[in-house]
């Protein structure tokens, strides 16, 4: 007898606990990121749909400029723009239902005014008069989220619960890419796929964080790579494809609704404008990159799209412009009135009842404020 | 005065009540954290309970545990009471900035409009014979964080009415557990348990004249027995277990040390930077003229959570406390 | 013209900066755990690996019997077993040059005793006496890790450092399934990827987290496919295949000296024993599921191997185990003895020099030690 | 004497400054963080380094403060100086546990064995109109965790000479900047930079009878405002400024208030649970019969960072500082 033949004896099993529950395959995205616009398939997408999103980037596009200029009149503090971005920002909001919840990161205030919270509440916190100036349960948006990625979990939390009571909610998180290197988004999305949460989780690659490029961020082949670890679907999709990432978003909103779990969604885009206005882009990158981009502009892509299906014409696109002219005016308009701050708030809303430490600090500050009061009348 | 004979009960069964009640009462209580499912806990603390309310109830979650905060934050986001257990005090850490930047800011960043009911669990504290990172008493970073309330029971009774009354707040509780105590038994009726009364009293323990002990958690016992054997030396000890650490309850605490006129501040936390600092400091600014001599701290030792075979010289015992007292310039009396 | 035509025209070229830079394909694990035992391959290793490795797995067998024994003599305070893990931990310790460094979790002193640390020092913290109980610059062997997970970015940064200092330096970082749920096991396996640095990431699926299964940790098809997300290969092997672990790793090892930057290996194994011993596993797993592990046992497996090719008869078995009895006796023997503890050692290593505080409880404590002594002595 | 003439610089020039002679002088220093290679750091303090010393000596590193500081521990192990900068305060949560149970931890673990010489620059307090998250004082958590080193400078000189001494030390240091001091001037000669002292002396600021003012950091100019404009109402403040918060240095803040027979501790760190807590009660222990009124406490209110706009009510200044000040007890001196 051989040693082969020997061994055939004891041929070890699989180990016992051994089963691939999932086919790895299917949660892999395509190489390339999922297109429509200039496509075939674009001539199958609903007009009305492709109206609607291209007012809406026109508006976008305006309110971005319109914040931007505010910062500069002192009436904004800062302003992290999302111009070139608003592909995503718009589908975001178009995808979900009145009931479902979005979950914005600092950056994502269009996708807040895109989902009906009144622009001077979204521009609340980078105004300066407070933390969230929306009640969130109003349009199911949560507070405009600073720490990176930390509200992932709580679309997570959210959507469980929501499924839990029985209710049909989805939630759509929004991060960036440089958010993907935080440990809040591996958990969250790990917990996601455990408890098959109904959440879409949406990156917007737009190649820096501040002034950090994606290749020093990570090495995979995409972000949208990073779901088969946690076992659920992976979609790469051209940012500024407005088409395309309503399309694939609304995908996975309706994958989470029927109860299919969570998906990674990562839109290719491109952070046009500076990190913010206080930042300085030309330090570290040069402008033949962003010329390239402002190529594959996604209002000039949609435009372009619109046109040759003989879906607008120079009306049409004027009217948009006006459309969110006035919409600009309005925001200008009201957010040159000074907002009227109560300096109490400090204490009103640390606890549901102030504790006895906080109402003597209280006292105190309204001591300070009717002596300062005083003084002024004199 | 209840007619029921009272039975005795650990600290833990007194916690498992506690959650199951709560549990019974409310169906938007959840329990989650590591191994709070099929294991019970690790203290067994939530045993019995998967079984009970079922598994969506009282989850495993994966071991992570800014995953398990920052879910739960999203949960308490959605109408839930999420009761969040960390397994060690030292495993809390991970999840430092999901307390500090949301549980804790949710209510005032919303103006109250998204107030986050959760109770985090954190069995915290020394005298188990732990190894590395299972002995930490953390409650100073919790202290120095607005918007939090943080409680600690030290007696059985307690336990079951103080973790009541943190699940039924509408903020966020830090809910200390002195492991050393879990063991510890009390007579106490589970068939009429506790009345939940809101957070924030101090209770005396034990009336005395000579000097207050001002302490919490798992120095209580410590503080009560060093008490006892202050009577040898002709001390009559006053001892104040705080229960909560925020709020603070300096009505009580101020009117003890107003009585005796001398305080010792006692706690296993280390001593600078610790709690018995902001005590000290906020008592020695209301009673000033009452005191004849500074208050003082006995706590622990301002190094790394010793290994085992040593934590005995690093846990503030009774003659530690005893020689404080006797730092309490009695020369000043005569 | 066609609307198809028509959009010829202006079909949009991919977004400027999308490469993918890595192709996904060689970073996915296989469906199967890589094994080499039973399979032909066997006949083709090492005789004299497939004895060292035999040895060592008795070895360490017993060592995990002795350790659990010492805690019911109060000798030890709690000890996590390895037990059906052995070949992971051997194989760790194994494929190591001396210049090379490993990072132990909590449960890995058998890899830590493996690569040469005396056993006694190694149970140090285990025993109770202090945190760490070997110079962790004699073997390169970082300190037992309790926080899960923590020490991974730990590996990564050193092996970024030894790389930077030009020093030819691998390093090992053993983490547990449950481990990978941890925030830090993803920003560990990101900064190795982006830095290249020279790590080998071993994880143990040894099938629960204390009470917590495999199935409540991850969704995903293996752990091992987590590291596509990274752009580093992910390997699947067969934890008990001593042989086939030894080679995955040294693979790995010898591509991170080379250069090729990190590997993620996931050992499916399984935990036989409890947690620890304080643990009670009847609460949460049934016998039957343990008994087919122990049919998959790594000792059983090599063995019939080693048989199976001549390479070991009776007389050698009993060679092995005899060597594991005297190993075993030492250490029960020198664990029997009460260590010298100081407790001024408090003080003596939270700073370079201690702080003025520290020097005032210094004082006091070395009064207290002095008065009780004085009791003593009366 | 120097007879180089001196030259107006800020505070974040001093940084750099400290930061380039510090990576020249010893190869070993390792600049890394977010933003801190090509852009220099969202506060331009590690401008240029990158350029001067190649991206391996000043790194960009992924997004994950954990990650930055964990893989900085490693670093650390291998014999390199890292100075990790964490881009603002609240950003630095998420490296919390990496700090607590493994920076501060790691030679006392070894027995001395595997120092970590770790410089962790932290952005700190408020004053710069940030939106949430960009204001927090954090030091109190820092203080609270035995093995680490903080230290905060308020000053030009002191910016450069600290920062020396932190990345010098052989053990962790917490090197707070206060934000609003980043752009402050002073004159100060870079060519002769102020010799690196070892950490832990605080120094007088500003000498005074009446009363002492122990402060640090951002409060420092405040403080010394407030004493200038005490001097209308008859005061003559002394102030402190500690610039290292551990080790504390016990004997000049004692001498000072020792001298004086008041004091008021000033920060913006909230007040409960603060460091003004361990400063007072530690200064009461130590000085108890020499105080003519309890040590107060002028410090940011128990709330979370207010929004810019309502930061100044926050913020304690000047006439907070008087007021407190009118509150020692002054009668007792008549
Ligand atoms: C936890 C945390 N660390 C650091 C920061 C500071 N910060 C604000 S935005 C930003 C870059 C974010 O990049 P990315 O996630 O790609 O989002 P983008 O700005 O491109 O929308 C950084 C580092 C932060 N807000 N939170
Ligand atoms: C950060 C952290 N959280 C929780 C724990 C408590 N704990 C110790 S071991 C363990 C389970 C670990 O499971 P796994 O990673 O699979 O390793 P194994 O025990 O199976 O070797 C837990 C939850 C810990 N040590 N560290
Ligand atoms: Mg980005
Ligand atoms: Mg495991």
Redesign the pocket.
């Known amino acids: 007898m051989t040693v082969m033949e020997q061994r055939g004896a004891y041929r070890p099993t699989p180990p016992p606990a051994w089963q691939p529950r999932t086919d790895p395959a299917p949660l892999l995205p395509d190489a390339e990121p999922y297109r429509v616009l200039g496509t075939e398939a674009a001539a199958k997408a609903d007009p009305e749909l492709l109206r609607t999103l291209y007012a809406q980037l026109v508006r976008g596009r305006r309110y971005n400029a319109q914040a931007t200029a505010l910062t500069k009149q002192g009436r904004l503090a800062v302003y992290?723009s999302t111009t070139g971005q608003e592909a995503c920002e718009v589908a975001a909001a178009l995808v979900l239902e009145e009931r479902d919840w979005l979950f914005p990161?600092?950056?994502d205030t269009l996708a807040v005014v895109a989902r009906g919270v009144d622009p001077v509440d979204a521009l609340t916190l980078l105004r300066g008069d407070w933390h969230t100036g929306y009640d969130p349960y109003e349009h199911r948006v949560a507070p405009l989220c600073?720490?990176?990625a930390?509200q992932l979990p709580h679309a997570v939390g959210l959507a469980h619960a929501a499924r839990l009571k029985g209710d049909d909610v989805v939630a759509l998180a929004m991060?960036?890419?440089?958010?993907t290197s935080?440990g809040d988004f591996h958990e969250a999305l790990n917990f996601a796929a455990v408890w098959q949460a109904p959440v879409v989780f949406l990156v917007?690659n737009?190649g820096?964080?501040?002034s950090v490029p994606l290749a020093k961020q990570t090495a995979a082949p995409s972000l949208a790579h990073k779901a088969v670890g946690y076992g659920m679907p992976g979609r790469l999709v051209d940012g500024n494809d407005a088409v395309a990432v309503h399309e694939v978003l609304g995908d996975a909103v309706r994958h989470a609704r029927a109860g299919g779990g969570p998906t990674l969604v990562e839109a290719v885009t491109y952070?046009i404008d500076a990190?913010t206005n206080a930042d300085d882009a030309t330090r570290y990158r040069g402008d033949a990159e962003v010329e390239t981009w402002r190529e594959h502009d996604p209002i000039l892509l949609l435009e372009r799209e619109l046109t040759a299906h003989g879906l607008i014409d120079d009306d049409g696109i004027q009217a948009a412009r006006q459309d969110a002219e006035v919409f600009a005016a309005a925001l200008r308009e009201r957010m040159n009135q000074d907002p009227a701050l109560d300096p109490m708030d400090l204490f009103a809303h640390v606890y549901a009842e102030p504790t006895p430490q906080l109402r003597d600090q209280q006292a105190q500050l309204r001591a300070e404020l009717e002596a300062e009061q005083e003084g002024a009348h004199r | 005065m209840t007619t029921v004979a009272l039975k005795p009960a650990t600290m833990a069964q007194a916690l498992t009540r506690a959650l199951r009640d709560a549990m019974a009462a409310d169906p938007s209580v959840h329990v989650m954290g590591e191994d709070v499912g099929t294991l019970g806990g690790v203290f067994r603390v939530t045993d019995g309970l998967a079984k009970e309310f079922g598994e969506d109830r009282c989850t495993d979650t994966p071991l992570a545990e800014a995953g398990i905060l920052g879910t739960a934050v999203g949960m308490a986001m959605y109408g839930l009471r999420p009761v969040v257990e960390m397994q060690f005090d030292a495993f809390a850490y991970p999840a430092f900035e999901q307390l500090v930047s949301h549980v804790s800011r949710m209510r005032n960043r919303t103006r109250g409009t998204m107030p986050l009911p959760v109770t985090i669990r954190v069995p915290y504290g020394g005298g188990i014979g732990g190894v590395e990172h299972h002995s930490d008493s953390s409650e100073a970073y919790y202290m120095a964080t607005p918007g939090l309330h943080v409680v600690t029971p030290a007696t059985v009774a307690d336990a079951y009415g103080l973790l009541r009354a943190a699940i039924a707040s509408d903020d966020p509780v830090v809910f200390l557990e002195p492991k050393r105590l879990y063991w510890s038994k009390d007579s106490w009726n589970p068939e009429e348990p506790t009345p939940v009364e809101p957070i924030g009293r101090a209770v005396v323990r034990r009336s005395g004249r000579s000097a207050t002990l001002i302490t919490y958690g798992p120095s209580v016992p410590v503080c009560m027995e060093a008490a006892e054997a202050a009577r040898a030396e002709g001390w009559d000890l006053e001892v104040v277990d705080l229960r909560s650490l925020v709020p603070f309850d300096d009505e009580t605490v101020c009117a003890s040390v107003r009585r005796t006129g001398r305080a010792v501040v006692v706690h296993e936390s280390g001593t600078f930077g610790g709690p018995g600092g902001e005590i000290a400091a906020r008592v020695t600014e209301r009673c000033f003229h009452y005191l004849e001599a500074p208050v003082l701290r006995v706590a622990g030792f301002d190094v790394p959570y010793p290994p085992p075979m040593l934590e005995r010289h690093h846990l503030p015992g009774v003659d530690r406390i005893l020689d404080a007292v006797g730092r309490l310039q009695w020369e000043a009396e005569s």
Chains 1, 3 share one sequence.
């Open positions: 992290p990161s600092y950056r600073t720490p990176l930390t991060v960036g890419d440089g958010g935080e917007q737009n820096f964080a501040i952070r990190h």
